[in-house]
């Protein structure tokens, strides 16, 4: 199934099961279109408050089906369009704060960034190997990260912690 605005957002499971949930295991998803199709494609294998844990945006949810798919979860087209729509809806996003790229943990950078798990790794390799990140510019010096994934996100960045670049000592005269 393709939906408009795909992006790649890995790995969204893992952060949805580890995610504090937001309503009781037993409850109610609010009332409107394509809540009888969530509840039936979600519960065959999640509690609902695990399903809905973590909001996010139409193409975050739209991967998270994509996801479930690739899994074995087995629905028409038309179920999906409703249960994207509904999840967009009623558990949107929330305004989340500014990735530290310094301080990020390989699931931050995969989920807030749209990573792959490989690139996650090659930024937490290229920061223990070379130190903090000091701007945008060092961030796209990582070998084997998507650039454009990078510019696209470059709003969400911080480079906290941060040292200044150190100056080389001039030559002695003496």
């Known amino acids: 199934m393709k939906f408009p605005g795909d992006t790649v957002f ?34 065959a294998c999640h509690e609902m408050a695990k399903s809905v844990s973590l909001r996010q945006d139409r193409n975050g949810w739209g991967n998270t089906l994509k996801k479930m798919m690739v899994l074995g979860m087995k629905a028409p087209d038309e179920d999906l369009h409703l249960v994207l729509a509904y999840l967009s809806k009623n558990f949107p996003a929330e305004e989340l704060p500014p990735v530290d790229v310094n301080k990020a943990r390989a699931i931050q950078l995969e989920s807030r960034m749209s990573l792959r798990r490989s690139e996650a790794a090659a930024i937490l390799r290229y920061r223990k190997e070379h130190g903090n990140f000091r701007s945008l510019e060092d961030l796209l010096k990582v070998p084997g990260i998507d650039a454009a994934k990078i510019e696209a996100k470059k709003h969400i960045l911080v480079f906290a912690g941060a040292e200044p670049r150190r100056q080389e000592a001039a030559p002695s005269r003496e």
């Open 10 to 43: 890995p790995f969204l499971l893992l952060a949805a099961v580890s995610a504090p949930a937001v309503l009781p295991a037993r409850a109610q998803l609010p009332a409107g279109p394509g809540r009888a199709e969530t509840e039936k494609l979600c519960q």
